[in-house]
């Protein structure tokens, strides 16, 4: 994940530079169930609205979490299929809450309403996310479900009544690329907390779409105006977050970005971005499906490291018998191609790795989402 305000702030107010460390457990995203009431076109899990065979139970679950505490995991995003489908939704986030973790709802929206909203804000979440891929028809024909973006949208407004912090999910195609700027100003007239843009990846359904993937000059396009929008709310002293994921590369593109328009301070961000590191699949990042099977992150749902019914979450994340995990772990990772001659690979750490994976078969390839030019990443 790249934090687009947290670059931005150390445009006006630089902090010191620091080693690149890694925090002492991943965070984790939790497909607790694959059932959902949506069949988006994007969808990594590739759910639908049925119950699925294998997922853990809640008794289970309860296990997990207390080995992922043993783990020292910090954050636990509890996502699906649709997780408030999960008929004990609201005991696992409590008993996550009274544990200390950070915890995260990641929802479509559609299911929020007056008969659940107070129960929602009793669970007191961390964080509300909630998917928009467009505006009206256009979300709906993301989502395949007429009416989507008026109950997504009516979501967003009673979180933001119970004072839950709320934030606003969008993965870009070519066919909803110009509903961005719209969605931008939806996020202010609402006064929602947080814009975050995820690029598609080749994962899941996601993969089956991949020729619909934004040509390169629509994401960069698209970055800028996340650059210059949110340079614009901190000048203006609103707060708001605006992140990005699933292309590591943008953090690249923002330290071009800042040569441009701010010369005199990219000395700075270019240690702040190494500071950071770019990708964290395998490292910082984890993902465990709904039965229980540990993979290096949401993208990677094809390839299984092993279950958290045979092995403790701890082992099976420092295990580096795995080539996959192994790779991902070292730094600089075994990338070829541009990435290896890149002179910002310390900066994206080589990016998600999947769509390499996806459309050559080698998880170490240069990375066909890259939309630096050569010139760009030229030492």
Known sequence: MFRISQFIAEIDQPTPVGPHRDPPGPVVIWNLLRRCNLTCRHCYSV????????ELSTPEIYVVLEDLKAARVP???????EPLLHPDIFTIARRAKAMGFYVALSSNGTLIDENNIAEIAACDFDYVGISLDGLGAVHDRFRRLEGAFDASLH??????????????????????????AGLLELVEREQIDRFYFSHLNYAGRGNKNRAEDAQHRLTREAMEQLFETCLDYRRRGIAKEFTTGNNDADGAFFLHWV???FPERAAHIAAKLAQWGGNASGVNVANIDNRGIVHPDTMWWHYPLASVRERRFADIWADLSDPLMAGL????????????????????????????????????????GCYLTDEEIAA
């Open 259 to 261: 040569r441009r328009r």
């Open 155 to 180: 979501a967003i407004r009673l979180c933001r009544e119970r004072a839950l912090k709320v934030g606003v999910r969008y993965t870009m195609t070519r066919d909803n690329a110009g509903d961005l």
């Open 47 to 54: 759910s639908t609205d049925t119950n699925f065979a294998g």
């Open 329 to 368: 772990k070292q730094r600089p990772r075994p990338v070829e191609g541009r990435c290896a001659s890149c002179r910002h690979l310390a900066i994206c750490n080589g990016n998600t790795r999947v769509r390499a994976q996806q459309l050559t078969g080698n998880v170490w390839a240069e990375d066909p």
């Open 75 to 81: 954050v636990l995003i509890l996502s699906g299929g």
